[in-house]
């Protein structure tokens, strides 16, 4: 596959007006994305858990324009409220994809969204976002190419692989790791020589037979601090231009890959627990080494970290952690441990959230189209 697989075919474009309606989960890396190259092109290949309870609704209405003009008309709206300032983002999110969805100048879009989980909770929604605008988008191709008599009925047709590789394609290109939204429950995206089917361009599923101990792991989501990000993705991803560990950053991610393909085979609990908690505190480490450097982590991360070990130490139980670049912790268990686990997290971990506050996820198997 090449980005030329996604040019679109020509539609008569007759469709006057309509409203679509899509529902997209986050998603979580075990291995993690962090540096990319020109458009929106992974330095690394990473791999996520898709998450269930975390994502974002989003209702496109489309009325087709009497005289199409020059530029993106759209408004785009957060829980009923207008969002300018959510605008620019879009614009160059449509300004990336134009080629692919040449109706985009041809209608006026209204955009609807919500989540699920709290505006201000530190909890990014560019991954859901993102990807369910970007099945909203496709599900108007869809319709345009369904609708096109000029076309053969095999053409017409658009079958669910493409449309969720599309529609990967294309969220990529709003914000990377929106496109292993689309699908679940493990998704990988970036070329590994491992992962057959991978590509730098989409997400795919995980290929492999997963071991039944990594189907319904949960994700406890500890928010310790529900500020803004401190340091936006696209300011920590440009961080690893020159950084002085990239290179090894990039082998050993691809190497954790490798492992953690295995892993995910064989059961291997503990050897999961040691990729994970890796990859999250390289991370970190890397802010810490870049110039300008960050600390992202609050005393409270550190604290829930140690909590954690003390407590796995003691038990033996399966519990890890994970961090995205904030402060927030992601409690990471197997189904056949919760019980012991979450009362644990209750007891002993919420003191350090900000306000008592937390989400608990878990594995999720993708977006769905609700209208
Ligand atoms: O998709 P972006 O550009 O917001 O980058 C996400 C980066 C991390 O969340 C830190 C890691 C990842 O792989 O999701």
Aim: aromatic letters at 12%; charged letters at 25%.
């Amino acid at each position: 596959m090449t980005e030329s697989n996604f040019f679109s075919k020509s539609y008569s474009k007759e469709i006057p007006d309509g409203k679509i309606t899509w529902q997209s989960p986050s998603n979580i890396a075990l291995v993690k994305y962090w540096g990319k190259k020109k458009n929106q092109i992974p330095e690394n290949p990473s791999i996520s858990f898709t998450l269930d309870a975390c994502r974002t609704t989003t209702t496109l209405e489309f009325n087709r324009l009497s005289s199409p003009g020059n530029d993106f008309s759209f408004e785009i709206y957060l829980d009923d409220e207008i969002k300018e300032d959510f605008k620019p983002k879009i614009k160059t999110f449509f300004q990336r994809i134009e080629a692919y969805l040449p109706f985009l100048k041809d209608y006026h879009f209204t955009i609807r969204t919500s989540n699920s989980f709290p505006h201000s909770s530190g909890i990014a929604s560019s991954a859901s976002g993102m990807s369910a605008l970007a099945l909203c988008l496709m599900s108007i191709e869809k319709e345009l190419i369904n609708s096109d008599v000029a076309l053969s009925a095999v053409e017409r047709s658009m079958d669910e692989n493409y449309f969720n590789q599309k529609a990967s394609f294309l969220s990529r290109l709003g914000s990377g790791s929106a496109c292993r939204s689309i699908e679940g429950d493990l998704i990988v995206w970036g070329k590994h020589d491992k992962i057959i089917g991978s590509s730098d361009l989409f997400g795919v599923k995980f290929p492999d037979k997963v071991h039944d101990d990594f189907k319904n792991f949960h994700d406890t989501i500890l928010l310790v601090d529900k500020g803004e990000k401190q340091v936006s993705s696209t300011v920590g991803h440009n961080l690893m231009y020159g950084h002085p560990y990239a290179d090894d950053r990039f082998k050993q991610a691809n190497d954790n890959l490798a492992k953690l393909s295995e892993i995910l085979q064989n059961g291997d609990l503990k050897g999961f627990i040691e990729i994970v908690e890796s990859e999250a505190l390289t991370l970190h480490a890397m802010m810490m080494t870049s110039l300008p450097y960050f600390i992202l982590m609050k005393p409270n991360t550190l604290e829930i970290i140690n909590k954690i070990w003390a407590f796995r130490k003691e038990t033996g139980l399966n519990v890890c952690f994970t961090l995205d670049a904030g402060a927030n912790v992601h409690v990471l268990y197997p189904d056949k441990e919760s019980d012991t686990i979450y009362e644990f997290i209750k007891s002993e971990l919420v003191a350090y959230c900000q306000n008592g506050h937390y989400i608990c996820d878990r594995i999720g198997f993708g977006a769905k189209r609700l209208m």
